[in-house]
């Protein structure tokens, strides 16, 4: 077995062959700008890590890592524009170092570039894989309606909001690690088994942004610091928040909400009132709840006890992410 960092690197000495800039070059500029941000690369490497696993032939997952990573930032650029999200990564996103319309376009070119990525593989492969392509693809479409809908509604409950999630984040990880396995040509039992843990792993790896989006530090999480507070969206911290606090704090809360300012004061006063109802512990929890779903079924899969192992200490080690 790769170490995990060993996936990393050849996967991005991949991307740089594969991403050049090219005319017109206000087109692919940003295009290259956002793929060499960086990032955890942690969709990727679950492709081939998850090929490698199955024995199957890491060679031949390239590119269809190459294609969840494109589409993936694809989704960041016009995520950022929604959110007029100044930062990523700790550096300009793309709307704010060029403009609006380039991003928008670049974006764009970066789905269709994501689709070309899958053109390598022979046909039965290639079906599969454009099936559960497009199947994610439109699910985190669905997502991101909903992560908006849910900022002008007070009556989101924590289910709604993890149907969210899992459709805006953790189904594009669970594809990931099927989209190895399919190319590794495994039995569809497995297939599911495998996409079932990425599904539960996507959504505790997403309860964890949310949590450190409040109570991360901005030099290593990349991204500002209570994003999620200004922008009103409607998170498990906010949500249980709502559930657990007495009268004056949920009033609080919900008027501290209908504000559209994105000042420092609002941000300060919601993560006090996050604190003062012990939100961090309850999100910990939490996100070990859906890590040990995620655990539990790796003890189905037909691999060894060693490659179990390995993607259970790469769950684990996920979960202690500070960035």
């Known amino acids: 077995m790769r170490i995990i960092d060993t996936y990393k690197e050849d996967f991005i000495?991949?991307?740089?062959?594969?991403?050049?800039?090219?005319?017109?070059?206000?087109?692919?500029?940003?295009?290259?700008?956002?793929?060499?941000?960086?990032g955890k690369r942690l969709r990727p490497v679950l492709t081939l890590m998850t090929c490698d696993l199955f024995n199957g032939t890491i060679q031949n997952a390239y590119d269809a890592a190459l294609a969840i990573e494109v589409f993936h930032n694809f989704t960041l650029i016009h995520d950022d524009v929604m959110d007029k999200a100044p930062i990523r990564r700790g550096k300009d996103t793309v709307h704010q170092?060029?403009?609006?319309?380039?991003?928008?376009?670049?974006?764009?070119?970066?789905?269709?570039m994501a689709y070309q990525c899958l053109e390598n593989y022979e046909p039965v492969i290639y079906k599969k894989l454009n099936?559960?392509?497009?199947?994610?693809?439109?699910?985190?479409?669905?997502?991101?309606?909903?992560?908006?809908?849910?900022?002008?509604?007070?009556?989101v409950s924590i289910a709604e909001y993890i149907k969210m999630i899992t459709y805006k984040t953790?189904?594009?990880?669970?594809?990931?690690?099927?989209?190895?396995?399919?190319?590794?040509?495994?039995?569809e039992e497995d297939s599911i088994k495998i996409y079932e843990f990425g599904l539960n792993l996507g959504i505790a790896f997403q309860l964890q942004d949310d949590y450190l989006d409040t109570f991360g530090d901005v030099k290593t999480f990349g991204?500002?610091?209570?994003?999620?507070?200004?922008?009103?969206?409607?998170?498990?911290?906010?949500?249980?928040?709502?559930?657990?606090?007495?009268?004056?704090?949920?009033?609080?809360?919900?008027?501290?909400?209908?504000?559209?300012?994105?000042?420092?004061?609002?941000?300060n006063e919601v993560t006090q009132l996050f604190l003062?109802?012990?939100?961090?512990?309850?999100?910990?929890?939490?996100?070990?709840?859906?890590?040990?779903?995620?655990?539990?079924?790796l003890k189905h899969l037909s691999i060894s006890e060693e490659k179990k192992s390995i993607l259970k200490d790469f769950g684990l080690n996920l979960m202690k992410r500070t960035i």
């Open 223 to 267: 991204k500002q610091i209570g994003g999620d507070i200004a922008e009103n969206k409607k998170t498990f911290l906010y949500l249980k928040t709502l559930e657990v606090s007495d009268v004056e704090d949920t009033k609080k809360l919900l008027d501290l909400y209908s504000l559209k300012q994105r000042n420092q004061s609002k941000i």
């Open 276 to 297: 003062k109802n012990k939100i961090p512990e309850i999100t910990i929890k939490e996100i070990e709840l859906y890590t040990n779903k995620a655990l539990e079924i």
């Open 97 to 112: 170092k060029w403009d609006l319309n380039t991003a928008i376009l670049s974006g764009d070119a970066m789905m269709i």
């Open 131 to 155: 099936i559960l392509f497009s199947k994610t693809a439109l699910e985190v479409c669905e997502g991101q309606q909903l992560d908006i809908d849910f900022e002008t509604r007070n009556n």
């Open 13 to 38: 000495t991949f991307l740089n062959k594969k991403i050049k800039i090219e005319e017109p070059t206000n087109l692919y500029e940003p295009i290259h700008y956002i793929l060499q941000l960086g």
């Open 170 to 187: 953790s189904v594009l990880v669970a594809a990931a690690m099927k989209m190895g396995a399919i190319i590794a040509n495994v039995s």
